[in-house]
């Protein structure tokens, strides 16, 4: 828990430099002979609270480096003693001190953020888009609404944003909102509405995933074949087909698919086995069915070890070996004794012994 928390403020922190860098709302400047803040701790180091002042105090008036620094220390600081300053000033008028407040209560897990961060998220903001993907990550249902409404924005950017968020927080009665998106005119909104509804997992949606897996563009390409492994069961058969009838050049991608169902997708990968026609398809196959151990495939990998490639035939034995399936034996010591290449002699020979227990 301590090394995820500490993941997510590195997290947080790269998000709100990106933000500050990118987009800084006016705001009235200091007095040109005004001080720039002193050093935060004194000797006798201030309060949690006036510290926190401090820093908002810098995020408000100051720009540049100055900025920076207090963006920086205000998210690695925040504990559950700042929570009450951080939500006064989600509550105030300040943009700045709004946002940066709002990544400060994420770090902490502060639920109470939500309805705030829904109220300025929902209205002009300059760090509006922000705040709509903070709302994903808090996971918080009460935040759908407003995602929903992102999926009807002019701004593509803002569309993906929803989509993305509404899949943070499983909301599966937003299912029938995102599949259109998955036909949007915006790669980058399919591949978010796709992406989001493999998260989810609502079977009902696997049509329109499988349909992705044509699209025009790369990465939706390899998002549809991602959110087919979170879909699990209702998938097996478009990813089996993607595998037999589909393009080669994502093949494996939706091998990795299968193969994360584990048994569940055995028989398709096995099946899959009688239609691989390259050298580096069919050993995949056969090193999968290995790893997951399931019986069912014995019958296909026995069938491997009569394949003229002599790498599919090794790999065949090495996957027996694991399986230690006992029917293989006869093979497997005639291999040990007569096949011509080497390695599936070793790799035989292996098997042999490891499923006598030798």
Request: glycine share 6%.
């Amino acid at each position: 828990m301590h090394h995820n928390k500490k993941a997510l403020s590195v997290v947080l922190v790269s998000m709100a430099l990106s933000s500050c860098m990118r987009q800084r709302a006016p705001h009235a400047e200091p007095a040109r002979d005004a001080p720039l803040l002193q050093p935060i701790h004194s000797e006798s180091g201030p309060s949690a609270k006036q510290e926190m002042k401090e820093l908002l105090f810098v995020i408000k008036f100051y720009d540049g480096d100055e900025n920076r620094k207090a963006v920086k220390k205000l998210v690695e600081l925040a504990d559950q003693s700042s929570s009450p300053i951080l939500l006064d000033e989600l509550g105030g008028k300040n943009p700045e001190s709004q946002f940066f407040s709002a990544l400060a209560l994420l770090k902490l897990g502060d639920a109470r953020a939500v309805p705030r961060i829904i109220e300025i998220a929902g209205q002009e903001h300059p760090h509006k888009f922000d705040l709509i993907k903070l709302l994903g990550d808090f996971g918080d249902a009460r935040a759908v609404p407003l995602l929903e409404s992102q999926l009807l924005s002019d701004d593509p950017a803002f569309r993906a944003a929803g989509a993305e968020s509404l899949g943070k927080t499983g909301s599966a009665s937003s299912v029938p909102r995102l599949i259109p998106l998955t036909r949007d005119r915006e790669a980058p909104v399919r591949s978010a509405a796709i992406k989001s509804l493999g998260i989810i997992g609502d079977p009902s949606a696997s049509l329109s995933i499988i349909i992705a897996l044509e699209d025009k563009t790369d990465y939706v390409r390899r998002s549809a074949i991602v959110a087919l492994g979170n879909i699990g069961e209702p998938a097996i058969r478009p990813l089996f087909d993607a595998i037999v009838f589909g393009n080669p050049d994502y093949r494996l991608e939706c091998l990795e698919s299968l193969i994360a169902m584990g048994s569940k997708a055995v028989a398709s990968l096995a099946e899959a086995l009688n239609f691989a026609d390259n050298a580096i398809l069919k050993p995949y196959l056969i090193r999968a069915l290995g790893n997951i151990g399931d019986p069912a495939a014995t019958g296909a990998i026995l069938k491997a070890l009569d394949d003229d490639d002599a790498l599919v035939r090794g790999d065949a034995a090495n996957a027996l070996r694991m399986m230690k399936s006992a029917i293989a034996l006869p093979r497997l010591e005639e291999l040990a004794l007569n096949d011509p290449n080497e390695f599936v002699r070793a790799a035989s020979d292996a098997a042999v012994q490891s499923i006598r227990g030798q």
